[in-house]
């Protein structure tokens, strides 16, 4: 008999429907110069550094310990997907706690090219100092030509955390899509609402599953 669990507890659901409408915010403000997506970023930023200490003394089912399995046992649940009995888990499913670590990984990284792209222009916590405009009126020649090898440098160190962060940003929404896809699959395959056990915190199952 199926007993009724509380599995995500309410750090877990602020969290991930925070997340959800923050990513949003940044994704959707990227090519915007806006205040917003600096704010959206910041706040993705606060919710990983928490979510990382979560993991550590968080509830049973938060704990990086309850989900963190070998990747055979992820590709394993794919596999049952597909064909044969699925086991079904109270917490994570193997292949979901690899795409939350993933998912975590790539935010990480998509924040931090954007902080040190940002920096690099100027601004934010890590900001460098700006280089003046070579100007041959007040400085001598090879000052001149110095600065102008500088300026050229720190704009290609510009260029490529740009680059980094969109394709961050934009690995991050590929592996969302999947995320999505695989919330979908397993609630059929189990017949229970994943998503909405992210909005209440419980599960159908067990009490003593993994
Ligand atoms: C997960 C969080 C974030 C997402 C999803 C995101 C997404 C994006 C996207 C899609 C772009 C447009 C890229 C392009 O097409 O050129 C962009 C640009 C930018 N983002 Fe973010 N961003 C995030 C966090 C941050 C943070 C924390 C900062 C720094 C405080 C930041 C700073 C920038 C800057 C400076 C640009 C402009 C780069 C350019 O001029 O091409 N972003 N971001
Ligand atoms: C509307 C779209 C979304 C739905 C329906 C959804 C649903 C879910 C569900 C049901 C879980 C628990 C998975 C499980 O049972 O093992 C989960 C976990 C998670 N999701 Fe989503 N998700 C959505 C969008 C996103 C987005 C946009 C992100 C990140 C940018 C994200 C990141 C995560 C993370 C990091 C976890 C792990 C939560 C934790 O353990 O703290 N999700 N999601």
Known sequence: MADRIYVWD?????????????????????????????????????????????????????????????????????????GGPVKHYVGHNPAGAWMVLLLLASLTLTVGSGLRAYGLEGHGPFAVERLPKPDSATMSESEVATLRAARKARHADEEFW????????????????????????????????LARAMVTGYKQGPADEA
């Open 10 to 82: 309410r750090f877990v659901r602020l969290f991930h429907w925070t997340l959800v409408a923050a990513f949003a915010t940044a994704y959707l403000t990227g090519e915007e110069d806006t205040d917003l997506h600096f704010y959206a970023g910041y706040l993705i930023c606060a919710l990983l550094v928490s979510r990382l200490v979560w993991g550590f003394i968080g509830g049973r089912y938060a704990r990086f310990t309850n989900f963190v399995t070998p990747p055979a046992a992820a590709l394993g649940y794919l596999k049952s997907l597909v």
């Open 162 to 193: 740009e680059e980094i962060h969109e394709l961050g940003a934009n690995g991050t929404l590929l592996l969302v899509g999947l995320h999505v896809v695989g919330v979908v699959v397993s609630s059929l395959r189990h017949r229970e609402n």
